[in-house]
């Protein structure tokens, strides 16, 4: 079963968003520095909406200028009819005023919609209400009192206008924008993972057995490594399918409304009837480092071989694949064939080995079609040749290049990474960008959407800026761990770079000889450099 990705009439979203937009038209109307006044206020449900985001990277504006082009273009292509010509009243956007002057309405009038005073443009708004129809070439109503004007219109359309906003308005930014946009090309990225609901209990002391402690907090939200992915290379500005199963229940439902919020598309997840939920519990300390046991419900809530069959088309005309070790292994084996089959013609494929799969291995063939493998040790360490401790990384990590045919892997470390690539020179460490917190399980899913991203950006030419970029991603997450979306925008990965200051010096291959003494090692950390790394 597949839902549709139209969010629920009447939604708590919707509400919540109709509330902001009915007490923003007051006191000067939708305007940037009253969002910016706002951000923190009745404004912050408008200013967190995807298409808001999408639109601040996009077109690199900040988020209450993004806002309001956003409302505007909705209120201009979304609504029908005198909607919208209420709708620009009531915010004061000013969105016609060239058809209006065009068609001789006269500049008092035009100015007076668009004034500061809700009254003022209340008045001119019945007060020329044919002209204003006649001018966009809308068939008027017969003109509402001052009082059905305040006590049901503008409700009406502004309720319209919020459930467009949530709905469509990703669609109507797509049809508006180039390829390639400030410097980033606007890419399509698929993540076949797990989506199911974190328990995290947040506490300070790791009771002793038989023993119980206090939690200081508590959330239940929606969480998983393919829906952490999917929402973290949204907020990149990238267009992005989940596929995923859920539960028809009501957490199954709050995970679909959640993504969709999330600007993530959802028409291609599986909903599973009669079932329960998985879950994942977490116990979370107070540097954002954690513990965590999951019940997948995988007997029930799984996505079978014919469920990655039917995908293929859109995996294929995808930028990038990311794909999790959360689904069956005969699953993610599938897709590697059906990626193999492509031959060249196949998106990025960027692989997350977790939960690692208790029963064995993936299968060589698989791996031979992943391009980037990011990983924590632990995770990868039965890859690594016989005989050898399976947490010394270096032997590991030259088996699946060398043996098993990985392109790149990338072992995340507290705030940085150490990369071993066929692509790049060698294998090099990419700087630990301070953080006073330890890296979240959100963060290696910011990494992953990251190098996604400047992936996309460089037509898939891997090197060390690419990587740091990722890693400052990554060091992102965690620095606003606590927050209730840490998933960086690019605004803010860039601001971390700025802040870090930090560039890679590649190491050199393990046989070559060491760098003359006084000069800085291979793979060593430069900083304090006024060269900045390429966004």
Not at 487 to 500: E, F, G, K, T
Request: hydrophobic share 40%; charged share 25%; glycine share 8%.
């Amino acid at each position: 079963m597949v839902m549709s990705d139209r969010p629920r009439p009447g939604s708590a979203d919707e509400q919540v968003l109709c509330h902001a937009l009915e007490k923003l038209r007051g006191r000067g109307g939708l305007r940037a520095a009253r969002l910016r006044a706002e951000a923190k206020g009745i404004a912050e449900p408008l200013l967190d909406l995807p298409a808001v985001r999408r639109w601040a990277t996009l077109h690199d504006l900040d988020l209450p200028h993004a806002a309001v082009a956003v409302v505007t273009e909705c209120v201009r292509t979304g609504l029908r009819g005198s909607e919208r010509i209420v709708a620009d009243a009531v915010l004061g956007l000013g969105a016609f005023g060239k058809e209006y002057a065009r068609a001789g309405v006269e500049p008092k009038v035009i100015a007076d919609i668009a004034s500061d005073l809700l009254s003022r443009r209340r008045r001119a708004l019945l007060g020329s209400w044919s002209r204003l129809h006649a001018a966009l070439g809308v068939h008027p109503d017969e003109t509402p009192s001052d009082r059905s004007l305040r006590g049901s219109h503008e409700g009406q359309v502004l309720r319209e206008l919020a459930q467009h906003l949530l709905s469509s308005s990703p669609a109507v930014l797509d049809n508006r924008t180039p390829a390639v946009h400030n410097g980033h090309r606007l890419g399509r990225v698929v993540v076949v993972g797990g989506a199911v609901m974190d328990a995290t209990f947040k506490t300070r002391v790791l009771p002793a057995r038989e023993m119980s402690s206090e939690a200081y907090a508590f959330d239940l939200s929606p969480g998983g490594k393919g829906l952490m992915q999917a929402m973290a290379a949204s907020r990149l500005g990238l267009e992005v399918s989940l596929l995923a199963a859920v539960a028809d229940d009501p957490f199954g439902a709050q995970i679909l409304d959640h993504l969709r919020h999330e600007g993530v598309d959802t028409s291609m997840m599986k909903v599973v009837e009669d079932v329960r939920s998985p879950f994942t519990g977490i116990i979370e300390f107070e540097l954002g480092d954690s513990l965590a046991v999951n019940w997948r419900n995988d007997h029930e809530v799984r996505l079978d071989v014919r469920d990655v069959e039917r995908a293929l088309p859109a995996i294929a005309a995808a930028d990038a694949l990311l794909v999790t070790f959360e689904i069956p292994r005969e699953s993610l084996q599938r897709i590697m064939s059906l990626i193999a089959e492509r031959g060249d013609d196949r998106p990025l494929v960027i692989v997350t080995p977790g939960q690692p799969y208790d029963d064995g291995v993936v299968s060589g063939k698989a791996l031979a079609q992943v391009d980037y493998l990011v990983a924590h040790q632990w995770e990868i360490g039965r890859y690594g040749p016989p005989g050898e401790l399976p947490y010394d990384t270096d032997p590991v990590a030259d088996r699946l290049l060398g043996y098993y045919g990985v392109e790149t892997v990338c072992i995340p470390v507290t705030g940085g990474c150490r990369i071993y690539s066929t692509t790049a020179s060698g294998y090099f460490d990419v700087p630990t960008i301070p953080s006073p917190y330890r890296e979240s399980s959100a963060a290696r899913d910011a990494f992953c959407a990251a190098l996604a991203a400047k992936l996309i950006d460089q037509r898939g030419e891997f090197s060390e800026s690419v990587a740091l970029w990722a890693t400052a991603a990554m060091a992102a997450a965690a620095a606003d761990h606590g927050v209730a979306n840490p998933m960086p925008d690019r605004r803010r990965i860039d601001q971390m770079l700025a802040r870090s200051r930090l560039s890679v010096v590649p190491r050199l291959p393990r046989d070559a000889v060491p760098g003359a003494p006084g000069d800085a090692a291979p793979g060593d950390v430069v900083s304090g450099s006024s060269e900045q790394t390429p966004a």
